[in-house]
């Protein structure tokens, strides 16, 4: 931890990234579902540690995907485990097939995802079946797809810039809009 720490002070921010895995239900007081498939012990572990220290050091942080559920988890939030049991009538969030599938998220006005892309409505890429239930204390909702899942939120403290987003704005599909919240770090 000490050896992060270090490697921390040199840098101007960091981008936690996403995969294609989740964290590991049980961790999260949850019996595992079906559909779960836990990212390796040693990737979760330092993802939770970079995380805290992020926070604790006031880095300032792009969360994406995964990244943006550890640091709300690691922050005091909670999540949904799979979208489609957890959330009253859900839109679809993961298609096994199609790996481009989009959906239009909400922006809420006054918030930077709001001075990133500007007021209403934005189509995102989508691939995920958790999600952020109750955001951390330190966190406010600043983008939400239709049937309300959280799609983004931002740190309220004056002190530390922290993005998370749920969608993937690296991704082969993102379009050039959705990179723009990597010049907004």
Same mark, same amino acid.
């Given at each position: 931890? !000490?050896?992060?720490?270090? *490697?921390?002070? &040199?840098?101007?921010?960091?981008?936690?990234?996403?995969?294609?895995?989740?964290?590991?239900?049980?961790?999260?007081?949850?019996?595992?579902?079906? $559909?779960?498939?836990?990212?390796?012990?040693?990737?979760?572990?330092?993802?939770?540690?970079?995380?805290?220290?992020?926070? !604790?050091?006031?880095?300032?942080?792009? *969360?994406?995907?995964?990244?943006?559920?550890?640091?709300?988890?690691?922050?005091?939030?909670?999540?949904?485990?799979?979208?489609?049991?957890?959330?009253?009538?859900?839109?679809?969030?993961?298609?096994?097939?199609?790996?481009?599938?989009?959906?239009?998220? !909400?922006?809420?006005?006054?918030?930077?995802?709001?001075?990133?892309? +500007?007021?209403?409505?934005?189509?995102?890429? $989508?691939?995920?079946?958790?999600?952020?239930?109750?955001?951390?204390?330190?966190?406010?909702? %600043? *983008?939400?797809?239709?049937?309300?899942?959280?799609?983004?939120? !931002? %740190?309220?403290?004056?002190?530390?810039?922290?993005? +998370?987003?749920?969608?993937?704005?690296?991704?082969?599909? *993102? $379009?050039?809009?959705? &990179?723009?919240?990597?010049?907004?770090?």
């Amino acid at each position: 931890e !000490e050896d992060l720490r270090k *490697a921390l002070t &040199l840098v101007d921010g960091v981008v936690m990234g996403g995969c294609k895995l989740d964290l590991d239900p049980v961790r999260l007081g949850f019996d595992k579902h079906p $559909s779960t498939r836990p990212m390796p012990v040693r990737r979760e572990e330092f993802d939770r540690r970079l995380a805290k220290l992020c926070y !604790e050091m006031k880095i300032p942080t792009l *969360a994406i995907g995964t990244g943006m559920l550890t640091m709300n988890t690691i922050c005091g939030g909670t999540l949904f485990q799979h979208i489609p049991e957890d959330v009253l009538k859900p839109l679809n969030h993961r298609d096994p097939v199609e790996a481009c599938l989009r959906h239009v998220i !909400e922006i809420v006005p006054g918030t930077k995802m709001d001075q990133i892309y +500007g007021p209403g409505e934005i189509r995102v890429n $989508s691939d995920h079946h958790m999600a952020v239930d109750q955001v951390a204390p330190m966190f406010r909702v %600043s *983008a939400a797809a239709m049937d309300g899942v959280v799609e983004a939120y !931002e %740190s309220m403290e004056d002190n530390w810039w922290c993005v +998370g987003v749920q969608f993937h704005p690296h991704d082969e599909h *993102a $379009s050039a809009l959705d &990179l723009q919240v990597f010049e907004a770090l």
